[in-house]
């Protein structure tokens, strides 16, 4: 690991422009990334060895037939149990970190993370009340999303009404005021019913499940989310170096920052419904891409997404695996493993400055 | 002589006047200058000066006419009006971690549509407009690492890699040493004398815009007060009612006005 991160970084160095070590970049992050979905199909209270999980996976494209030998329990686990886990965790992963390297794009602050407008608040408070109030667990992704994109809504609108159109200073400090005020009322709630405090701190803590519906379920919006997103990665660049300068160059930024700012939110909120509150992904790994390799947002966006996803399966296979037959809050995982890495990864590229 | 526009790289302003928060800091500006023109507005701090860029570029709502070759530019979309000027401001914003090819590459902006991506020609285009400003040896240097001096080209390469006729330079040479002052304008001096380019700058060091502007434009109080040939402008009466300052305007060795301050008692 130590000298492929050394080597990269040498590369960065070295490289006369980014867009010659992009394509490279790219594909070593999507083998890590299929390096973890496998670890994710193969690890857990019974091991499923990986020659059957590539051949039982070959077999299901369309004009390939393989034999791969696995046990009927065995594909029944790999199918029903694994595979929408790990898919789910990618899925999750992917989400919060593009989400996150846009909210920092448009922010122009390595430090914005994807709850900044509330997403987190909201999303904590409409939780609540459905749990409180209405008691039906599978309404819960749902009352996630809306609240998620309600606090960003409102943020927004607070933000645009207080300060000038589009500038985001004042939009960040409506992020805050509207988080605040969310997460006092959700607290109140919270108090009435203490008899659910338990359920209310699991969803809050973030947690992955195997649930292919639940997959299908944010599927539009993550496709969606991630397409958009990506597509801006060269205004977003544009965007660093100032609305005056972009706008001489003929960018319209605040149009630009509103649809960043759209696209990057339904993701969250996607990312919300079916996992709760998973900190951390959203702002280490843009960091850690940023030191891997540079800071173009061409760059940043989709090697986050491909780097999200590869460590939220580990983080979720450590969840599920280091306790087991308990499980860890994942939330708990991504900080516990993450922080130390991150300070690591800070140490050896110290050179290397945002 | 070659022009990127194909035209005479004329630039028009006619009535242009600004107000903030109901405030006016301009009024009814006119100017005029083209084909390869250096026009140099000068002014007491506040006047104005910068504002009056900002307004030709569109960054700040303004009223008036700005025409680039006879093309009313505000009523144009923005990327067509960033074909016809580049602007650099008073303190570019250039992220450490960029680098001066990725930061070049970004004056190729206005040719790019909205989800495109850059092409090989932008590339090369960018490429050699770094070669010429000698700045190929730090291509992919980050941004953070540059001096001042080399930090005011690169601003200048991204203007360049624009390829618009009118150059609006706000204060181009502001932190910059005595040498390397020269270097960036006798670099600008070079570019529109070869390219034909028409150059606006906002400049506060009287002495330097008269050795290198061929006419002035001479606002305070957001107004104009005089324009015409330097001569004309840099004159004893003219400062020293608008900058309220004792100066001595000698002609230098070529004829252009050298101005100095008087000590009391001098």
């Not at chain 1, 009927?72 to 886990?85: H, I, K, T, W, Y």
């Not at chain 1, 593009?98 to 608040?121: E, K, M, T």
């Not at chain 1, 599920?320 to 939330?331: D, M």
């Not at chain 2, 902006?109 to 991506?117: E, K, N, V």
Request: hydrophobic share 50%.
């Amino acid at each position: 690991m130590g000298e492929r991160v050394s080597a990269v970084v040498d590369a960065g160095r070295a490289g006369a422009g980014a867009a010659r070590r992009r394509p490279l970049a790219l594909a070593a992050a999507l083998a890590v990334l299929a390096l973890c979905l496998l670890a994710g199909l193969m690890i857990g209270a019974a091991g499923v060895p990986v020659r059957g999980i590539v051949l039982e996976l070959l077999d299901r494209l369309p004009l390939v037939s393989a034999n791969s030998g696995l046990a009927p329990v065995e594909r029944g686990l790999l199918f029903q149990l694994r595979l929408p886990r790990v898919v789910m965790a990618a899925v999750v992963g992917g989400l919060l970190a593009v989400a996150g390297a846009g909210y920092q794009g448009v922010f122009r602050n390595p430090l914005a993370d994807p709850y900044l407008l509330g997403a987190a608040a909201g999303a904590g408070l409409t939780t609540t009340l459905m749990i409180v109030l209405v008691q039906v667990d599978g309404l819960v992704p749902i009352a996630a999303f809306a609240g998620a994109i309600g606090g960003v809504l409102l943020a927004y609108a607070l933000g645009n009404t207080a300060g000038r159109a589009g500038g985001t200073a004042t939009l960040v400090l409506a992020g805050v005021a509207v988080s605040s005020f969310l997460s006092a009322v959700q607290t109140f709630v919270q108090q009435l019913r203490v008899e659910q405090l338990q359920r209310i701190y699991s969803w809050i803590l973030g947690g992955i499940d195997g649930d292919w519906s639940k997959v299908w379920l944010i599927a539009p919006y993550a496709v969606v989310s991630a397409v958009v997103l990506l597509a801006h990665g060269r205004l977003l660049d544009v965007l660093s170096v100032g609305d005056d300068e972009a706008t001489s160059l003929g960018v319209n930024a605040v149009r630009v920052r509103f649809v960043v700012l759209c696209a990057a939110s339904l993701a969250t909120a996607s990312a919300v419904a079916v996992s709760g509150l998973i900190g951390f992904v959203g702002i280490v790994v843009p960091h850690v891409v940023r030191r891997l390799a540079g800071v173009s947002y061409r760059v940043v966006l989709p090697l986050s997404l491909v780097a999200g996803a590869s460590f939220m399966v580990l983080a979720d296979l450590v969840a599920r695996t280091v306790l087991a037959p308990a499980e860890l809050p994942i939330g708990v995982v991504t900080a516990f493993i993450g922080a130390p890495f991150f300070v690591g990864l800070l140490r050896a590229t110290r050179a290397v400055d945002t | 002589m070659s022009t990127p526009g194909g035209g005479v790289n004329l630039v028009e302003v006619r009535d242009l006047s600004v107000e903030l928060d109901g405030r006016p800091v301009l009024s009814e500006i006119g100017l005029s200058a083209g084909g390869g023109e250096w026009l140099a507005v000068i002014g007491p701090n506040g006047a104005g000066k910068s504002t009056l860029l900002k307004a030709m570029m569109g960054l700040v709502e303004a009223r008036g006419e700005v025409l680039v070759d006879g093309v009313a530019v505000r009523g144009l979309k923005p990327r067509q009006r960033a074909r016809l000027m580049a602007y650099a401001p008073q303190s570019p914003v250039l992220p450490a971690s960029l680098t001066v090819f990725e930061y070049a590459l970004l004056g190729r902006t206005p040719y790019i549509s909205y989800l495109g991506r850059d092409t090989r020609d932008d590339r090369e285009i960018t490429g050699s407009v770094l070669e010429r400003l000698d700045l190929s040896a730090l291509a992919a240097r980050p941004l953070g690492r540059l001096s001042g001096g080399e930090r005011q080209r690169v601003v200048l390469a991204r203007a360049l890699v624009q390829r618009a006729p009118v150059l609006l330079l706000d204060e181009p040479t502001t932190a910059l040493d005595l040498g390397h002052q020269q270097q960036v304008l006798e670099l600008v001096d070079r570019l529109r004398l070869a390219d034909g380019l028409t150059v606006v700058t906002a400049i506060h060091d009287l002495s330097l815009a008269g050795q290198y502007a061929d006419a002035m434009l001479l606002i305070a109080g957001g107004r104009l007060v005089a324009s015409g040939p330097v001569k004309e402008v840099l004159t004893e009466p003219l400062l020293a009612r608008h900058f309220g300052a004792r100066v001595r305007v000698e002609g230098g060795a070529d004829g252009r006005p050298l101005v100095n301050l008087i000590r009391p008692g001098d």
